[in-house]
């Protein structure tokens, strides 16, 4: 883990509101030198159980948490609005998305949580609930990488990477998702 000039670790987010986190995080992206920005393909998080790989043209913000308005008549996996920025958004919890067995959160779990948010460019106003923002990844950071099985039911999971520690991580193309059929039909 490395640490930020302003001593504070560069993964972990000041605690006191959503400016400070934004501005933490706008500024830990102005450090990145040239060089280690043009390798730094995506942004870490962590989604239920799965290390994930976002690409970073795929992705806009990460926002504080802030409980979604429940829609009926919803899958459960669509949390709710949120209004962020002038703009509603839906909340999706990604990992119940993929495994309709992963456990509900509780209100505490939920709260611990950030709130990632499409690029406007794939013109959906979506975000996906976070459980751990891990930061800027790069190709370096990898000791490994392979294709998914050719089998696998979602398109939008791509190669798998092994990181140093041993553990894999999976690219999530938040572009191919916001296409997907089933991503898109949120009503039961």
């Given at each position: 883990m490395s640490i930020a000039s302003d001593g504070q670790s560069a993964l972990t987010p000041p605690s006191s509101s959503s400016d400070d986190f934004?501005?933490?995080f706008a500024k830990r992206l102005r450090q990145v030198d040239a060089g280690e920005r043009a390798l730094s393909a995506w942004m870490g998080v962590r989604i239920g159980e799965r290390a994930l790989l976002v690409p970073l043209s795929h992705a806009s913000e990460i926002a504080p948490w802030q409980k979604p308005t429940p829609v009926p008549y919803t899958k459960p996996w669509f949390m709710g609005i949120v209004g962020w920025r002038g703009e509603l958004s839906g909340v999706v919890?990604?990992?119940t998305f993929l495994d309709d067995k992963y456990p509900k959160r509780s209100e505490a779990q939920s709260a611990a949580c950030r709130l990632m948010t499409f690029n406007p460019a794939l013109e959906i106003n979506v975000a996906l609930l976070i459980d751990q923002v891990a930061g800027l990844k790069s190709v370096a950071e990898f000791s490994q990488a392979h294709r998914p099985p050719s089998n696998t039911a979602w398109p939008f999971l791509g190669n798998l990477y092994t990181d140093q520690q041993g553990t894999t991580w999976q690219?999530?193309?938040?572009?191919?998702?916001?296409?997907?059929?089933k991503f898109l039909s949120i009503g039961i």
């Open positions: 934004q501005n933490h919890d990604l990992a690219e999530l193309n938040l572009q191919s998702l916001s296409a997907n059929e």
